[in-house]
């Protein structure tokens, strides 16, 4: 592929992770118009009921004369559908635009191929498949949740050298329940930046007791993601901070309960509760979900095979004993270090 195609694919891709998260449930799409080799346009998704990529595009282009003789680099199949706006491939016909690259076509079942056959069938050149594995990380949790109708799945924790998520700690008191940190205050602000891009963030009971975390991105600009707490019997004080209303919350539970700050949603914990946990997600729209601990429910997600992504900091302490990690048979697919911490970043197979 020529590397002007290339270049442009790039931008399109970098103005596509710029909408991440505010255009649920739309996907995050970004869009380059150029016309003899100058970009005269660009554009990405809006917040949800606003604008697609490729109408911003067009409607940043100051001379819409151009536009017939310009090339459109969009990192998804442009939609063929009426939702909250009219389809973009139809925009795109009609604003006579000749060429369109496109990053990664869109499974979801109603646009699937038909944006492409629109633009084909109103005589245009098409290419598919341009950058096309960063466009499909672009997209993963839009594709993942409407391919597996299941959110995008992450696990993260912080293991110290030796491989313990915490030290041998009793908790009775609950009152002084706070984590063990492992990870340095880089790596912990970069936790906060991750979870500042995913939909919601999820914990087990004993974390929730022997923590009483806030899960809250409180170190960087983005906002919290939805916090969901598995506690079948209820155990979680409700003056900790997951009750404190601060951002949405549910809680998976056997119980039948009510709070003025949390959602509380009742499955069966007889059977496996990540299937049920992730269709009533799926359910809420929510594409993407954070698994943060502790180390019961992470192992459960390796061993239903319904994860996506895990992210683990290595520390530079060692423990000897306490609560080991998680593990994982496969090798990292890349490796990054934050001041001294190590950070493993896993692709389920
Ligand atoms: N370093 C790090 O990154 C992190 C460390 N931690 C540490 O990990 C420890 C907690 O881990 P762990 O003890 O494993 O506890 P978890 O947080 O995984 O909670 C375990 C409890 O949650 C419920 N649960 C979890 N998974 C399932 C499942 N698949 N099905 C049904 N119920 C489930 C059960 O509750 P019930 O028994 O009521 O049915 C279970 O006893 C703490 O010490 C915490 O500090 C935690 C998070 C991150
Ligand atoms: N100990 C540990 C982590 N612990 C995780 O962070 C949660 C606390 O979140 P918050 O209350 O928002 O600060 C805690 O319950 C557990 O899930 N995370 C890390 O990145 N590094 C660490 O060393
Ligand atoms: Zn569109």
Redesign the pocket.
């Known amino acids: 592929m020529d590397a002007m195609h290339l270049k442009y694919m790039q931008r399109a891709i970098a103005l596509g992770h710029k909408g991440t998260r505010l255009s649920y449930p739309n996907p995050s799409v970004g869009a380059v118009i150029v016309c003899n080799d100058v970009i005269i346009g660009e554009g990405y998704t809006d917040a949800y009921g606003g604008p697609h990529a490729e109408v911003n595009a067009i409607n940043s282009v100051k001379d819409e004369s151009l536009l017939s003789k310009s090339t459109m680099y969009v990192t998804l199949e442009p939609c063929s559908h009426y939702g909250k706006t009219p389809p973009c491939a139809n925009l795109i016909e009609a604003k006579k635009i000749p060429k369109i690259y496109i990053g990664c076509m869109d499974t979801f079942s109603k646009v699937s191929g038909k944006g492409i056959e629109i633009l084909l069938k109103a005589g245009r050149e098409v290419h598919v498949g341009i950058l096309e594995e960063e466009c499909l990380e672009l997209h993963k949790r839009f594709l993942t949740f409407h391919n597996k109708q299941r959110p995008y799945v992450i696990l993260?924790?912080?293991?110290t050298k030796d491989g313990?998520?915490?030290?041998e700690?009793i908790?009775d008191g609950i009152e002084d329940a706070k984590?063990?940190w492992?990870?340095n205050e880089l790596s912990q602000q970069k936790v906060h930046q991750i979870r500042a891009e995913e939909h919601a963030i999820l914990?087990?009971?004993?974390?929730?007791?022997?923590?009483n975390?806030s899960l809250t991105t409180r170190s960087v600009a983005g906002a919290s993601p939805i916090r969901i707490l598995?506690?079948?019997?209820l155990?979680v004080p409700q003056h900790y901070s997951l009750y404190s209303g601060e951002v949405k919350t549910f809680v998976f539970t056997e119980q039948n309960a009510v709070h003025e700050n949390v959602v509380f949603k009742q499955i069966d914990?007889s059977k496996?509760?990540?299937p049920q946990i992730l269709a009533e997600l799926h359910q809420e729209n929510i594409q993407s979900v954070l698994v943060?601990?502790?180390?019961?429910?992470?192992?459960?997600?390796i061993e239903?095979d319904l994860w996506d992504e895990a992210l683990v900091?290595v520390g530079k302490s060692q423990f000897t004993k306490?609560?080991t990690?998680p593990e994982i048979k496969l090798k990292p697919i890349k490796e990054s270090y934050l001041q001294g911490d190590l950070l493993k970043h896993y692709i389920s197979s």
């Not at 993260?156 to 293991?159: G, L, P, S, T």
């Open positions: 993260k924790w912080a293991e313990f998520i915490d030290k700690r908790v984590p063990t492992i990870s914990v087990g009971t004993k974390t929730a007791l022997k923590d975390p598995v506690d079948r019997t155990k914990f496996s509760i990540l943060e601990g502790g180390k019961q429910l992470l192992t459960s997600f239903e900091f306490g609560v990690a």
